[in-house]
């Protein structure tokens, strides 16, 4: 069993639209959750972070975690095609250094 | 204030020769880590060095691989005697410290290809 699930999608949707992406894991000592943005040929970058359990917003985003069902969720409101590219979620324990990441799942906003 | 750097962009070996990737930190990140991406599957940590030590290369490959922080320069993911199997993108991160809430930046990658 791999250690995060992730849906690799493709995913499309109109502009405009509420976009729901997820991941489940295994590790019940994951703490640290990360949702990652990657555009083709282009490295990650960070779009939220959350700490154990909990919902965090931030403008358009919102990432939550649910460690009891071990499930990690992001919204992205008001879709825009530029929020078309691959999201990857990613976590770690307290303990060791390894980042853990998803699959990603391809997301495409049609205009 | 530049990003993570990570040179060559692109790489084309043939197999048994060596690969080498090379990774110029954020100004200020003493931490860096690399991954790799193999298509339809997520990044897959490698290795987390700090400046002139290894601290966790548990997803390294145990043969052919090595990576070094060196005090002066980038750091440099090694890869002897390639094999198709290693054509990947292989990006770089690196964070100002260890800790798990400092954020990782991410390089561009490098692009692989074994023929």
């Known amino acids: 069993q791999k250690e995060v699930e992730q849906d690799p999608g493709p995913l499309s949707v109109p502009e405009g639209a509420i976009v729901s992406l997820n991941c489940t894991y295994s590790?019940?000592?994951?703490?640290?959750f990360m949702w990652y943005r990657q555009y083709s040929r282009k490295g990650p970058e960070l779009l939220m972070y959350t700490y154990s359990s909990g919902n965090k917003e931030d403008g358009r985003f919102t990432a939550q975690v649910d460690k009891s069902s071990k499930y990690i969720s992001l919204f992205i409101r008001d879709s825009q095609p530029s929020d078309s590219a691959t999201y990857l979620c990613a976590m770690s324990s307290n303990t060791g250094n390894q980042f853990y990441f998803g699959t990603g799942t391809s997301l495409t906003v049609i205009p | 204030n530049a990003g993570v750097m990570q040179n060559p962009r692109h790489l084309v070996r043939r197999r048994g020769q060596e690969a080498r990737l090379r990774c110029s930190p954020m100004k200020g990140h003493s931490h860096v880590y690399w991954y790799r991406q193999l298509p339809e599957e997520g990044l897959k940590f490698m290795v987390y060095?700090?400046?002139?030590?290894?601290?966790?290369e548990s997803g390294m490959p145990k043969e052919r691989f090595s990576a070094e922080f060196p005090k002066e320069g980038p750091s440099i993911l090694r890869i002897q005697q390639v094999v198709r199997g290693d054509s990947a993108a292989y990006f770089c991160a690196s964070s100002q410290s260890g800790l798990k809430n400092n954020e990782q930046f991410f390089g561009p990658g490098t692009r692989l290809t074994v023929l």
């Open positions: 590790n019940s000592a994951f703490q640290y």
């Open positions: 060095l700090q400046k002139e030590n290894i601290i966790d």
